[in-house]
T-cell receptor, first 116, second 111 residues
Framework: EAQVTQNPRYLITVTGKKLTVTCSQN?????MSWYRQDPGLGLRQIYY???????DKGDVPEGYKVSRKEKRNFPLILESPSPNQTSLYFC???????????????FGPGTRLLVL | KQEVTQIPAALSVPEGENLVLNCSFT??????LQWFRQDPGKGLTSLLL?????REQTSGRLNASLDKSSGRSTLYIAASQPGDSATYLC??????????FGGGTRLMVKP
């Protein structure tokens, strides 16, 4: 089954304790991205990757890191989480990520993060 | 900076009604517009994608239209069912390969 998986699905942590949210896709997609969803602000893009070893900042990259060492994986790293990073996080992937190509973005189920 | 607005924020209708969800965007220089469905505890599911050169797309009971020059899109749902209850999001894609999302419309279809 074609899918995007995220782990963990729920996470409670404390300020300053480094954490990683994993994202994996099994569709051989080149493009992967991370979003956060907050009430009243909608989904906002954090980082995206057009291919292995290629990453770029989205709308709200501050406080986050990503890496793309393998095509299927795109982990999101919070080196020193703060309470304002409490949010619902989504990973997504698509075949090419090129805006002029008619293709579907597939989203993971989300990771709900609470930073105390 | 692109801004996407969805009206209404919430909508409750009886089963069987036809309904329209609205989406507007400030910068008409888009490549495409997508409508997504979001169910609680789950990710987003793509419903329809309209390229900037297209006027509408249809899938089953769903029809999405795009008026790029006026910065508007509508999602028409025919003969609504309780299973249509979800949050509907529209998103536009610009040259930077970034999706900009609206805040969503939370739809409740009552049996």
């Amino acid at each position: 089954e074609a899918q995007v998986t995220q782990n963990p699905r729920y996470l409670i942590t404390v300020t300053g304790k480094k954490l990683t949210v994993t994202c994996s896709q099994n569709m051989n997609h080149e493009y992967m991205s991370w979003y956060r969803q907050d009430p009243g602000l909608g989904l906002r893009q954090i980082y995206y990757s057009m291919n292995v070893e290629v990453t770029d900042k989205g709308d709200v990259p501050e406080g986050y890191k990503v890496s793309r060492k393998e095509k299927r994986n795109f982990p999101l790293i919070l080196e020193s989480p703060s309470p304002n990073q409490t949010s619902l996080y989504f990973c997504a992937s698509s075949f090419s990520g090129r805006a002029w190509v008619e293709e579907t973005q597939y989203f993971g189920p989300g990771t709900r993060l609470l930073v105390l | 900076k692109q801004e996407v607005t969805q009206i209404p924020a919430a909508l409750s209708v009886p089963e069987g009604e036809n309904l329209v969800l609205n989406c507007s965007f400030t910068d008409s220089a888009i490549y495409n517009l997508q409508w997504f469905r979001q169910d609680p505890g789950k990710g987003l599911t793509s419903l329809l994608l309209i390229q900037s050169s297209q006027r509408e797309q249809t899938s089953g009971r769903l029809n999405a239209s795009l008026d790029k020059s006026s910065g508007r899109s509508t999602l028409y749902i025919a003969a609504s069912q309780p299973g249509d209850s979800a949050t509907y999001l529209c998103a536009v894609s610009d040259a930077g390969n970034m999706l900009t999302f609206g805040g969503g419309t939370r739809l409740m279809v009552k049996p």
